[in-house]
């Protein structure tokens, strides 16, 4: 799939900027790269795409919705693997110092040659936008040479997998493939790691390391207790968190796609391991999803398969149902907010690229001008997490679940003397007590034929023997034990939004411009998530139509509608012009017949067509519009489309 | 103002962990001082609080709001004076290393002292409650010793302006009374400069030092230019921003009042510094605040002055409308919220503890058993931070307003030629024009007198001096000059509000002991802020009452009041008591009766009276109560109330 042939990014980029959705921030400073600040449309579109979140995943699904500390302590992210390997591949020129992410670096060498080969061939070259583009992004200069066959096909078949190679593959790719430092030409040095998160120290000592989070999940974990208790010790169950991460990118590009701090929402599901079906998988099993599973990407193909998720599951194409009924969710709640749902697909990620806990994982992508962008993540954490931070703090993160039939067993039973332990071990006495008990069913055994000969036997553990003779057995036996209790490590399914990314793509997808006239940009918002949702313009800036204007300002407030007025001095096709590029799907407009008979009339953004009724009744469609009940098609099917002069002459 | 004398902080404090308001970040970790996590129910009344202040300041005054970047260059907090100023005061025990905040120390010392006259004049002790808040504060050790009555009123004089004092008076301070490290009885260091700011630094190099933002005002500031533009240019006008801040305190304590990583919601009100008048202060003229002025603390006093702020502003207590408008509107949400409008009062800053920046500051404090706590900030920052960023960047950060007659001035005029110009001076040129452009009209007068008599003249600046001989010179002398635009750098009032601790403050006045039976608590949130708003009981577990519950659910859903269904074992006393602890406002019963009839118990938290209707009516007198359209008062007064006999025997 290409992207749209119409869609003009720069013209898109300037609209975004005018109308402050979102600017660079401190760029009076000069700026920093990844850091962008959200102005009033921007701020309200990701309020609203945030609600919708909330709604569609916490209120639905009666989650438990927790907001948790962004400082971090080192210690925790050192468990939970952060500090050893949430890290990317970074490199440099070896005479300039400048830095690259290094399989970005590989991509741009490499994509910069093929499409050199292109031309060579007298293949049909990019556009001037695109040009353009690359020029930004710094892309490697395309020079004319044509490749033979079998080296533009391994080009084609690095790139299909780029997020599949470990840093040391890449060094060993540049090499093979003679990539350098792509303005200089100079040597890069080999890749080496870099860790993406943001550090900083607690408290006044400075000895007390901490980092800013990189995600939000690792708070929900560390509550997981006080959660399930709260829940009444139910499971299934789930928490959500929304707010701010960090990541502290080699080299961030391409807009809100790839930034240093960035709002996230993100859900950890908890489910029985050996239940991963899903309640409410029925309702969504015939649901058709686009997926690119890993096998197919490592073929070096990009092929989709459009299936169901109920065949998806049962082909184990995906691991298990709860998996697969978030996949579909998150499909739907893309959907609502308006991304465009033929642009949406489900990536699988490859062995080497998934996250070091993960048993499975798919990525949402969203189809843009950049490409196909992930947006959020769905993985099987397993029992990961919860495992090593239990491990580490020594405290217990399980769930207990009386078994509805007690389990009785035959199990050899060791039972030591107490009272000869402790003086005869020592210092030592607790670990070797503490051994005894882990050990299983076929370690015992063993122990038990040495014990039934000699009376006796001996342990090894941490570089230590100790010797367990007769006087510290009390009995070592078969013995039937009834247990009543299933104690487990839920595993986690975790959905996770990148809410800045999905904002990006969904002004991509809703971007267009009126081919009338003098070209201009509209955003095609759904008016759920419109930052603003009606306009009030008078027809000029005499007095005389404050009043009406009042009234339907106060009736549209008392019905939670988020209005605005423009009172400029501009003409109402102007002033409706700027409400394009803002999205605000309605506009009324009061003139000296609202003052005569309290009409007004209604403006939809998308068709530029307007009705007129009396101004409670348009209060009313417009409540309904933005709620959802109905829409302006069955609105003007049922009210007569109306014409006015000013409309003529200005639009 | 005393503590309520009912007040238990143990048992509230022993409430909220259990139900899970908020609990400390990392406890799995052991901890770290001033880091919270909100569990579910503190997550909702904290967004519901955040909802409230939307709609009462950024919707009801058409605020813009925005949304920036945490992660700031230390170049634009060096601007705005945070690297040099933003510090508290911290010293050390000599021997034991111990950090103290400086400020704290002498207070707590003095406060112990003076608890030790009370013991040894037989005065009031203090309850085992308050006994065990200072054990647990690691508060000094109280000895009955008895003072003078001339040290007794020193020190209630000290404590009395606490904040007043600099690093070095409370070094002096610690000298003239003795104060020690209260544990170990070791000298303590002098007070040094302790930075609160959390640093970082941005990017792979290194070489990029930021800080975490300790306020959300400077990411409003940098964007003055785009939403002045955004508002059509249209003075006065409002942005406001809601997010996390960081600051590093050196010893957090008092709980969710004193914390490292917090919410912020901050207003700039940006005015004319000629017209600080607003356009809607008769509507809240005549509104009562009780008022602690800078000068009545200056004499050590802490009296209130009820006043009307028409009245405050008249007799100039404080300082402009614009800020006594603000202060009003702050008082009218923290009583919205439910803050007891009687523990509110606003104490002004007195001149050292003033921020850099403000000409005038006052603060909310809310009463807590803690004494008063600044909850609320509010204070003119005049012109302070849009000068040195527009100093720093050389970016014009002002308004231009057209006169409404123009300026005619006669003033000198100094013309240069630009041709000799250039080449007599080289490199210094430009430095030596835009020095002569800067010059005020005194300056110039002299210059001209020396021009007369010589035709040169010379200037000197940055250590240098330059000759502005004749030739350089095409015209030096009085011209009319008609001004048209007036420009001027805004004064910025700022309201900004600590989330957290206005949560702490509210929790606090709402809560209650049941007398009646096993005392139990009650959170009474006004039905706007509860975290839920409606608990759905079956009578029993028994699975006839699941349709029912439904179609209640169902219509509270539809009415977007949020419900929860507790369908547990527990008799349905012990479930209303759980939601008493909740604050959980209304409650509907589904018994037997309902299944028969439709008709559903609905029982109010605070009195426990019920009434009993068909269920539609029952859901929408919640939802009427939930947008305070009527209150339970107006609904039991029309409605008979209902005994059931399950309640009398389980309440």
Chains 1, 2 share one sequence.
């Not at 030409?185 to 998160?197: H, K, Y």
């Not at 997926?291 to 298990?320: R, W």
């Not at 009338?516 to 306009?535: D, M, W, Y």
């Not at 068709?607 to 709620?627: A, F, G, H, N, P």
Request: charged content about 30%; aromatic content about 8%.
């Amino acid at each position: 799939m290409s992207a749209e042939p119409a869609f003009n990014r720069p013209a898109l980029e300037q609209l975004l900027g005018k109308r402050f959705f979102y600017a660079p921030a401190f760029s009076l400073y000069g700026g920093v790269a990844g850091l962008y600040d959200y102005g009033p449309p921007g701020c309200a579109l990701q309020a609203n795409v945030l609600e919708i979140w909330r709604r569609h995943f916490v209120l639905e699904e009666d989650m438990l919705e927790v907001d948790c500390s962004i400082m971090t302590p080192a210690e925790v992210l050192k468990t939970s693997g952060h500090v050893d390997r949430f890290s990317d591949w970074m490199c440099k020129d070896l005479k300039t110092g400048e830095i690259f992410r290094a399989d970005h670096l590989v991509e741009n060498v490499l994509e910069a040659r093929l499409d050199g080969d292109k031309i060579a061939r007298n293949a049909p070259v990019e556009t001037k936008a695109e040009k353009d583009e690359k020029k930004k992004k710094k892309a490697a200069k395309v020079t004319a040479i044509r490749l033979d066959d079998a080296t533009a096909q391994t080009y084609k078949e690095i790139l299909a997998q780029i997020d599949n190679y470990s840093g040391p593959e890449l060094g060993e790719l540049m090499r093979t493939h003679q990539i350098k430092s792509p303005e200089t030409g100079n040597d890069i040095s080999e890749p080496v790691v870099f860790n993406l998160m943001f550090s900083s120290s607690i408290g006044p000592t400075g000895q007390f390391p901490g980092f800013l989070r990189p995600e939000t999940a690792q708070g929900q974990f560390l509550n997981f207790k006080r959660l399930l208790e709260f829940n009444n010790d139910r499971m299934p169950f789930a928490s959500a968190q929304i707010g701010r991460s960090f990541r502290n990118e080699i080299s961030p590009r391409e807009g809100l796609l790839r930034v240093r701090e960035f709002t996230m929402a993100e859900i950890e599901h908890y489910v029985d391991p050996l239940k991963k079906e899903h309640a409410r998988f029925s309702e969504v099993a015939s649901y058709k999803l686009k997926l690119l599973p890993a096998s197919v990407q490592l073929q070096g193909k990009t092929e989709l398969l459009e299936i169901s998720i109920g065949e998806a599951v049962e082909k184990k194409i995906v691991d298990n149902q709860t998996l697969g009924y978030f996949l579909v969710r998150i499909h739907m709640f893309l959907t609502k907010v308006g991304i465009n749902p033929d642009r949406v697909r489900f990536r699988q990620h490859m062995k080497n690229e998934m996250a070091h806990y993960a048993c499975d994982c798919w990525d949402a992508e969203i189809h843009t001008s950049y490409g196909w962008k992930e947006c959020v993540g769905c993985a099987d954490r397993s029992a990961y997490d919860l495992t090593v931070h239990s491990n580490k703090t020594g405290e217990k993160l399980v769930v207990r679940e009386r078994l509805p039939e007690p389990l009785v067993e035959e199990k050899l039973q060791l039972e030591i003397n107490k009272k000869v332990f402790g003086p005869r071990f020592k210092k030592d006495a607790k670990a070797v007590e503490e051994y005894l008990a882990s050990l299983d069913e076929t370690a015992l055994e063993s122990l038990k034929s040495a014990h039934d000969s000699t009376g006796s036997f001996s342990v090894s553990f941490n570089d230590s023997s100790f010797d367990i003779t007769k006087d510290l057995i009390t009995k070592f036996e078969k013995a039937t034990i009834t247990t009543h209790i299933r104690e487990f490590t839920p595993n986690v399914i975790e959905p996770s939004f990148g809410i800045g990314r999905i904002l990006y793509c969904l002004m991509e997808h809703v971007y267009w411009i009126r081919p009338e006239g003098e070209q201009r940009g509209v955003l095609s918002f759904p008016p759920t998530v419109a930052p603003t949702k009606c306009l009030l313009v008078p027809l000029s800036t005499n007095d005389v139509f404050v009043p009406v204007l009042k009234k339907v300002s106060s009736l549209l407030r008392r019905s939670g509608v988020a209005s605005k007025i423009d009172d400029s001095g501009a003409s109402i096709g102007r002033r409706y012009s700027r409400n394009d590029e803002l999205g605000t799907p309605f506009g009324i407009t009061v003139d000296f017949d609202s003052i005569k008979d309290g009409t007004v009339t209604l403006r939809e953004r998308d068709s530029t067509k307007q009705i007129r009724e009396k101004l409670e009744t348009i209060v009313e469609l417009v409540k309904d519009m933005c709620d959802g009940r109905t829409t302006w098609a069955g609105v003007s099917a049922k009210y007569p489309a109306f014409v006015s002069q000013e409309q003529e002459t200005n639009e």
